[in-house]
């Protein structure tokens, strides 16, 4: 049959000749009043570019987030000891009792006794102090760990070396500084080979190792709450137990405090990354059952990965919202464009309906336009939409990814809804009359 | 005009089927409570070749008769056949189909449109056939130096005067071959030198075998004509043959 060879859509896919005809057509009338049609893209161009933009930097976000949490070590269970909030006034009445809080060597022992599928446990123990290096000091803490620490937190050594088992078992005078410590104490050297103070002791710096991911809640004990770059001094668990014993005695606001305190933090490491909740579970039931007191906290990274996935989630659905919003303003923005340039072309319409012009033809002319339309402002947002994180990332220093299907998914967002917003008038344009519109004026 | 059917001005044949029939053709509008009834049974048939004038008074229909015998409107009632079809049987794509390869409009107020040049508004009724870029561009020339305007092709309506827009109406009115030329007032809108220029047109096309179908207030077309109907309140007040139809027969 020659109509379906005629068929003006068939038409357009078997030729590009009709194709390029069509747009170029479409785009001569765009051109025709172009201040309108660029006001009108804009609605889109601005709803795509913030679709893109808001992406990139979503997306840069939560992959911050979930780098840091896999620092932490995702087959890690951390446990870390609290000073009770009550706490402060029973020391106020009573000044001599030594305050005696956090995670035993009792609950080690019965996590590593009952709760299957572990296999390490690593404990240690932080006191501030200041650190002295020559005339410079630092508030830091003064971190007791184990050879296996940094494996353990997924942490680089920068310069140097960490302890070894034999230094723990010589109680060794070594220690291990982090990035902003070595930076507040050395910063013109390389701090490697060179000695650090605490009160009377001195220690002999071996190495360096990368500061703690901002999701470690760190040095809970205290009242100076450390942020991520604090200073922290690591020396051998044995040296810390020699030296400071299990009491700490602090000075503060005019009176003595005692603590006791056995270990401040413990890594347990369970061996299936599947079994990380369950067995984080039992060790909860455990220190439950041992802890009256609300003197202890656990961390458990997977569940914060599965937090950050939700809040993830959570932002994309708002973000979707948003971006489902600003594309309908921008569709109706065309709508609007398309009912005007329909009514105004009333007698154009009728014209082409005299010599021959289908319904369809109609549709497809006034559709190819807002086609073009909402492609040209998609193709600006696009652009636009990849330049604003760019930007931000480089002023703001925010971590920001491009997936490269996000510009791809808000082009074609954008195109739909010409589609979908220019329907309406493209078929109200096809189903006049064509005397009344040659009798348009 | 090439591969004109009809041999010169013998216009009225008896052997041959009508082009247009109509049968008690009749167009009323409802306005509220009211009707108005603009045709009330106009039974007429138009042969091959013939350059058929319709006059009369102002708003007793002929418009409305043209639009109908053009595909753009539907009677109330009545039965039209366009070159053995009956219209009514048409859907809307067989209609525009029919308005493009049959029928060639030339209105009053020209019916340009504004942002094409003349050889694209030429093109306009070929690119609708579904002819191919390659294949329209020469027969657009081709009509373009018919009526006169080779020097005025990549032109835009704007800048023509009147009797060379409705020059290139006439021209695109032909471009695919009609069976009838429809007009409604074409020289209406223009000076007595350049109408005659357009009705010379006319006469040569009606020459070449043409069949025309003409809506004047004109009384020069008298003379030109082969064949006049007279409405009158919707009625065919008088439909006559000229002394040129019967000098041709
Ligand atoms: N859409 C419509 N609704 C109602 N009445 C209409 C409509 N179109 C035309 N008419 C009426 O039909 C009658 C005939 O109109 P038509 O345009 O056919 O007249 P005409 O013979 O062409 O007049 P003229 O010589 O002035 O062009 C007029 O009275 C007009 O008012
Ligand atoms: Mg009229």
Redesign the interface.
């Known amino acids: 049959m020659?109509?379906l060879?005629?068929h003006p859509i068939l038409?357009l896919i078997l030729?590009p000749?009709?194709l390029g005809?069509s747009m170029a057509m479409g785009l001569?009338?765009i051109w025709?009043h172009r201040l309108r049609s660029f006001l009108t893209a804009l609605g889109v161009v601005f709803g795509v570019a913030s679709v893109v933009a808001m992406l990139a930097i979503g997306e840069g976000a939560s992959h911050e987030a979930q780098e840091q949490i896999r620092k932490l070590g995702s087959q890690n269970i951390i446990l870390q000891s609290v000073k009770p909030s009550d706490s402060s006034g029973a020391t106020n009445e009573t000044r001599s009792m030594i305050l005696e809080y956090g995670i035993t060597t009792r609950d080690i022992q019965q996590i590593k006794q009952t709760v299957p599928g572990i296999s390490i446990v690593v404990p240690s123990r932080q006191i501030a102090d200041v650190a002295w290096a020559g005339q410079k000091k630092e508030d830091s803490q003064i971190i007791g760990a184990l050879p296996i620490y940094p494996q353990m937190r997924n942490r680089t050594l920068l310069q140097g070396r960490f302890f070894t088992d034999l230094e723990i078992e010589d109680r060794a005078a070594v220690c291990v500084l982090n990035e902003a410590l070595a930076s507040k104490l050395f910063p013109l050297n390389t701090p490697t080979g060179k000695a650090v103070r605490v009160q009377r002791h001195y220690y002999k710096v071996i190495g360096v190792i990368e500061d703690e991911s901002s999701f470690s809640p760190g040095d809970t004990g205290k009242s100076s709450a450390s942020n991520d770059s604090s200073a922290q001094l690591y020396i051998p668990f044995s040296t810390l137990m020699d030296q400071y014993g299990e009491t700490f005695f602090r000075y503060r606001s005019g009176s003595f405090e005692a603590e006791k305190v056995e270990f401040h933090e413990a890594v347990i490491r369970v061996g299936d990354i599947k079994e990380v909740e369950t067995r984080a579970e039992a060790v909860r039931h455990i220190l439950e059952r041992n802890h009256k007191k609300n003197d202890w906290r656990m961390v458990v990274p997977v569940e914060l990965l599965r937090q950050a996935e939700r809040t993830k989630q959570i932002f994309s659905i708002v973000l979707g919202s948003i971006a489902a919003i600003s594309l309908i303003v921008g569709g109706i923005g065309i709508m609007n464009i398309m009912l005007a340039s329909v009514t105004e072309r009333t007698?154009?319409i009728?014209?082409?309906?005299?010599?021959?012009?289908?319904?369809?033809?109609i549709v497809l002319q006034f559709l190819i336009e807002t086609v073009l339309l909402s492609g040209v402002g998609g193709i600006l947002g696009v652009v636009l939409g990849l330049g604003i994180p760019v930007a931000v990332s480089h002023f703001a220093g925010v971590t920001t990814v491009i997936k490269p299907w996000a510009p791809i998914l808000a082009f074609s967002v954008s195109v739909i809804t010409g589609i979908a917003f220019g329907i309406y008038p493209a078929r109200r344009a096809a189903s006049m009359n064509?005397?009344e519109a040659?009798r348009h004026e | 005009m090439a591969g004109a059917p009809q041999s010169g001005t013998s216009a009225v044949s008896r052997a041959v089927e009508p082009i247009i029939s109509l049968q008690d053709i009749r167009k009323s509008y409802q306005q509220g409570e009211f009707t108005t009834h603009v045709l009330q049974g106009v039974t007429l048939d138009i042969m091959p070749g013939e350059y058929v004038c319709i006059m009369g008074p102002s708003g007793c229909g002929k418009s409305t008769l043209l639009n109908i015998l053009g595909g753009l409107d539907q009677p109330t009632s009545g039965v039209y056949m366009l070159g053995g079809q009956d219209i009514a049987q048409l859907n809307d794509d067989e209609l525009s189909q029919a308005r493009c390869t049959k029928l060639g409009f030339i209105f009053q107020s020209y019916n340009l449109i504004q942002q094409l040049s003349v050889l694209e508004n030429i093109e306009v009724p070929l690119y609708y056939k579904g002819m191919k870029d390659s294949e329209m561009r020469p027969i657009a020339e081709r009509l373009a130096a018919k009526v006169g305007l080779s020097h005025r092709m990549h032109h835009k309506p704007t800048e023509l005067s009147g009797g060379q827009q409705q020059r290139v109406a006439i021209a695109r009115a032909l471009a695919n071959e009609p069976l009838v030329i429809l007009a409604d007032e074409a020289t209406g809108n223009l000076d007595s030198k350049s109408g005659n220029e357009i009705l010379d047109a006319f006469d040569h096309l009606n020459r070449e075998g043409k069949t025309l179908v003409f809506v004047t207030h004109d009384e020069r077309m008298v003379e030109r004509c082969s064949r006049i109907i007279r409405l009158k309140d919707g009625f065919v007040d008088s439909d006559t043959r000229t002394k040129r139809a019967l000098m041709a027969a």
């Open positions: 020659p109509f060879s005629h038409r030729s000749q009709h005809r001569k009338s025709l007698r154009e009728g014209i082409r309906r005299a010599l021959g012009a289908r319904q369809v033809d064509p005397v040659l």
